[in-house]
């Protein structure tokens, strides 16, 4: 059995800077995460994206935002269980609680923080009969690497963010983009709109509207898709092409966790943010985008803001009695596990006679 002082279950980048708060507490943290690497979506779903709401970075790429927090943790030597799914918790005897993963891994701690975002995601799939026989030979749900389309047929499907900017972007990467979507108006950002109508003046990208993809074809791999536009008087469109991505979103999912006597509101953890981020079962926080509370913002920079407070609190529990004061990085510096240490130079003054 896998014992820490702080269980964390989900390693995206509220996770991932918990490490960090806990590690300036003398805590050690263990991770959970069913994914096979950390990062949670800036790693699994978005890593060539760049993100504008990080403090002091005026832009960052979300896989680029995720090794710097590997960085800055690293002194604080966290363990790791990837590629597992957090199944069952149970409370013991003493008051810690055992997470048990899908593969039977245990895990014992006496504080469990649930990080884990939006929970586990399912691709938003079009209903068209023989996708799924092309989900590794042409069709994707998510672009993880833009490289995989270089000098390919691409088609993508919706109207929104996303769709709308891997468009742009793959202007400058495969041979050919289309993008389709069943209406006129867009559900994007309107300079993404705006950029996109250009390109498609340009001829850089086909824009099919008040279209559906609604056939696949190919035997072993896609080969071509049809697309069937609203105005019954056009005909269909057939378009040979090397991949398929639609992009309607992804659903997110709680999973096992729903099942714990969490108390949940709208697919989300209830938590107490007048205090402590703490949900029905003491001993047990959520925070970052699985929580909700009255004027919750799903950004990460507010999962990082809750995980500095629950781990101010979390230590009380963690050691009832003991008086904690805090002290800034900026006079303290940053003490590693590994037995490094950061701190400022201490500036020499020199008295005058």
């Not at 990080?54 to 832009?59: G, H």
Request: charged share 25%.
């Amino acid at each position: 059995m896998i014992k820490t002082d702080m269980l964390i279950i989900g390693a995206g980048p509220t996770g991932l800077f918990t490490v960090f708060e806990a590690g300036l507490l003398k805590l050690k943290t263990h991770l959970i995460d069913a994914l096979p690497q950390p990062g949670g979506q800036c790693s699994e779903i978005y890593p060539k994206k760049p993100i504008y709401d990080i403090p002091a970075f005026p832009e960052i790429l979300a896989g680029t935002l995720v090794d710097n927090l590997m960085e800055q943790i690293k002194p604080f030597e966290p363990g790791f269980t990837l590629g597992e799914r957090a199944e069952t918790l149970d409370k013991l005897e003493d008051g810690s609680f055992v997470v048990t993963t899908n593969k039977g891994t245990q895990h014992n701690a006496p504080v469990v923080v649930i990080a884990g975002g939006l929970g586990s995601f399912e691709p938003r799939k079009p209903p068209i009969s023989n996708i799924v026989n092309f989900e590794d030979t042409g069709v994707s749900y998510m672009i993880k690497d833009p490289e995989v389309y270089r000098d390919k047929k691409v088609v993508i499907a919706g109207g929104g963010d996303s769709a709308l900017d891997w468009a742009i972007f793959l202007t400058d990467v495969a041979s050919e983009v289309t993008l389709v979507h069943r209406r006129d108006e867009f559900r994007g950002a309107l300079d993404s709109v705006e950029k996109a109508s250009e390109l498609a003046k340009l001829g850089k990208i086909k824009l099919i509207t008040k279209a559906e993809v609604k056939e696949l074809h190919g035997e072993n791999e896609l080969k071509a898709v049809v697309i069937k536009h609203t105005d019954k008087e056009k005909e269909d469109t057939y378009l040979e092409v090397d991949n398929f991505i639609p992009l309607f979103g992804l659903s997110p999912k709680l999973g096992p966790i729903g099942d714990w006597g969490l108390e949940i509101q709208k697919n989300a953890i209830k938590v107490n943010n007048a205090k402590d981020y703490q949900t029905n079962i003491p001993g047990v926080y959520a925070i970052g985008d699985v929580n909700t509370y009255e004027g919750k913002l799903k950004l990460i920079l507010s999962g990082f803001h809750e995980a500095a407070v629950m781990c101010q609190y979390a230590y009380q529990q963690i050691n009832p009695g003991k008086r904690y004061v805090m002290k800034y990085t900026t006079v303290g510096g940053v003490e590693g596990f590994d037995g490094s240490k950061k701190e400022a130079k201490k500036e020499v003054v020199q008295s005058i006679a």
